[in-house]
């Protein structure tokens, strides 16, 4: 279940060049424009009852069509906070491209982090990585994953790992989608494995570079694809 209390986005890295959602093949292209959505407060509506529309123990990914941190939406991510906060019994997944907005955006009693607020900062390459996972790993956060998406090179993650619940991987999707190599992937997987962290391959791009032959794969199979290679290690963790 999804949560877009914001819409619109920009670049951040390269990661974003040919962004699905906003690059330049997709249908949203040039809407940078950052604005409040109609589903701003839908965690907590309520129906005629005074009960809840969305009911307990669900995640909502939040704000995946955007960025939670961009910072046009400061005054706005005010009043989330306060909604996420109004529902612990939801469990908030939020990934970001911007963690180095992290400390300026926090709610003032967000002390060592919110229980139902599960982090992921996404990195596409070793460049992003070294940037980014030091500066996530130094913030109080309760709940934190590293997103390799797209994943656009070889990562070496062990120097981050000992602080990360989990690590998820996906190439590129989008006409435009780079390759994605599976050694890049399964070198990751060792990466877990050996630090004991779970491991989730999403979903393989639209270029999926295997035995040295690189394939083409259609948008609807990426995920299902990546499935069938069941590399996957999440001992029985409930993803999106």
């Known amino acids: 279940m999804n949560w877009e209390p914001w819409t619109g986005c920009y670049p951040a890295s390269d990661g974003c060049k040919y962004c699905y959602f906003y690059g330049p093949y997709s249908k949203r292209y040039g809407q940078n424009t950052i604005q409040k959505t109609d589903k701003f407060d839908w965690p907590v509506r309520v129906n005629a009852k005074g009960e809840y529309n969305i009911k307990g123990d669900k995640i909502l990914a939040t704000c995946f069509a955007a960025d939670f941190f961009l910072p046009e939406a400061d005054e706005w991510r005010r009043e989330a906070w306060a909604m996420i906060k109004q529902r612990p019994d939801l469990e908030f997944l939020i990934l970001t491209k911007r963690i180095d907005r992290f400390p300026v955006s926090l709610p003032p009693d967000w002390g060592d ?26 913030y109080p956060i309760k709940r934190r994953f590293a997103a390799c998406s797209p994943l656009l090179g070889p990562i070496d993650l062990r120097p981050y790992l000992g602080g990360l619940e989990h690590v998820t991987i996906a190439g590129e999707a989008g006409r435009e989608g780079r390759v994605c190599d599976y050694d890049w992937v399964l070198d990751i997987r060792e990466q ?19 035995d040295g032959i690189v394939q083409k794969i259609n948008p609807y199979k990426q995920g299902s694809l990546a499935k069938e290679l069941d590399i996957s ?8």
């Open 192 to 210: 877990c494995v050996a630090a004991g962290v779970t491991f989730w391959f999403k979903a393989t791009g639209s270029q999926f570079k295997r």
């Open 233 to 240: 290690i999440l001992n029985g963790k409930k993803l999106f």
């Open 113 to 138: 982090g919110y229980g139902n607020v599960n982090l992921g900062c996404t990195v596409e390459n070793q460049e992003t990585a070294d940037y980014r996972l030091p500066l996530f790993l130094s």
